[in-house]
């Protein structure tokens, strides 16, 4: 593992704790008047267009016909079926509650990891995590009520949960695939081919027909710009530092801070609704990532780039 100053690693993962956070919000405003799928699909072309030649002028060796087979794989899940999942689920559920049901994804992959041949099996403190996890997820998108407010949409969060789930089994793929040596081209790789996966996920549900480019606002173009240089470049490029410099499970602590920024800039920016029973489940399932990260250290993929 390369050493690092602390002050470069605690910068990193500030921005990643933000700019991850913050995508959520800035996904919700994209699509207010861009399709969803189309507008994940801009994104990531944009970006991988952006990371590919820059990956290669750095001395990357071309791709081999087999990189690009895992890359489909991989975005096929991670950004078709869970990022896209998302995008198209946050014209539905809040970006804030959205943040928090990704931050579910370690559960997910506690699963996966065990379900999988010589899997490593859960202990007692990573359990009872996952009893909290399922707990706080009853607790936001059951029928009960909590300070008179209903309960989130249940197709949102069907979608929600199976786009954490696919990202999660992609990220658990990730690990083995074969891909190029240079994390920074196998990333450029993948999200070209999940920027076209998105599009035709979208043309192929009508979004075509119900795009209007006139129509598109200046806050969903600003948007945009902000998820594919920031949140697809800078706070990646970032993360992926961090795995090479910190422990896996420091660099995912992620998953559980992500939410609390979502779910306050949500109420601060977009006046979405802040409630008791949403800070009650807040604080429940970040408490459960909290167990389950803490417990495995270490042990989390070194693939599981953030879902937003």
Same mark, same amino acid.
């Given at each position: ?27 919700r ?17 944009l970006?991988?267009v ?11 060796? %071309?791709?081999? =016909?087999?990189?690009w ?5 991989i975005? $096929?899940? &991670? +950004? !078709?079926?869970?990022n @896209? ?13 959205t943040a ?11 699963f996966l ?7 490593t099996?859960?202990g ?55 891909? %190029?040596p240079? =994390? ?8 070209l081919? $999940?920027? &076209? +996966? !998105?599009?035709?996920? @979208?043309?192929?549900t009508?979004?075509?027909?119900r795009?209007?480019i ?51 800039l ?15 489940a ?18 989390? =993929? ?5 879902i937003?």
């Open positions: 593992m390369t050493r690092a100053e602390p002050w470069k690693i605690a910068a990193a993962l500030a921005s990643i704790y933000f700019i991850w956070g913050s995508t959520y919000l800035a996904i405003f994209a699509i207010e008047t861009i399709p969803p799928f189309l507008m994940a699909g801009t994104r990531f072309i970006a991988g952006l990371l590919y030649p820059w990956a290669r002028w750095r001395g990357s060796a %071309p791709p081999q =016909p087999a990189h087979k895992s890359a489909l794989i975005s $096929g899940l &991670l +950004l !078709l079926g869970g @896209g999942g998302v995008s198209w689920a946050e014209q539905r559920v809040p970006s804030g509650l928090l049901m990704i931050s579910t994804v370690p559960l997910w992959m506690v990891d065990w379900l999988r041949p010589k899997g099996r859960p007692g403190q990573v359990f009872i995590g996952l009893a909290a996890g399922l707990i706080g997820m009853i607790l936001l998108v059951g029928p009960g009520e909590i300070s008179g407010q209903s309960s989130v949409d249940r197709l949102g969060a069907m979608v929600l949960i199976l786009a954490a789930l696919s990202w999660s089994i992609g990220s658990i793929y990730s690990r083995s695939a074969l891909l %190029p240079s =994390p920074l081209l196998a990333t450029a790789m993948e999200m081919m $999940g920027g &076209l +996966l !998105l599009w035709a996920a @979208g043309l192929a009508g979004e075509g027909a795009l209007n006139s129509g598109v606002s200046l806050l969903s173009l600003a948007s945009l710009a902000y998820l594919v240089f920031f949140g697809s470049i800078i706070a990646f490029s970032a993360y992926i530092w961090l795995l090479q410099v910190t422990t896996p499970a420091r660099a995912s602590t992620y998953a559980f801070v992500n939410p609390v920024v979502a779910l306050f949500g109420w601060l920016l977009a006046g979405e609704p802040l409630t008791f029973r949403t800070l009650i807040a604080a429940i399932i970040v408490l459960a990532v909290m167990l389950i990260t803490t417990a495995r250290q270490g042990q989390l =993929p070194q693939k599981a780039e953030a937003s």
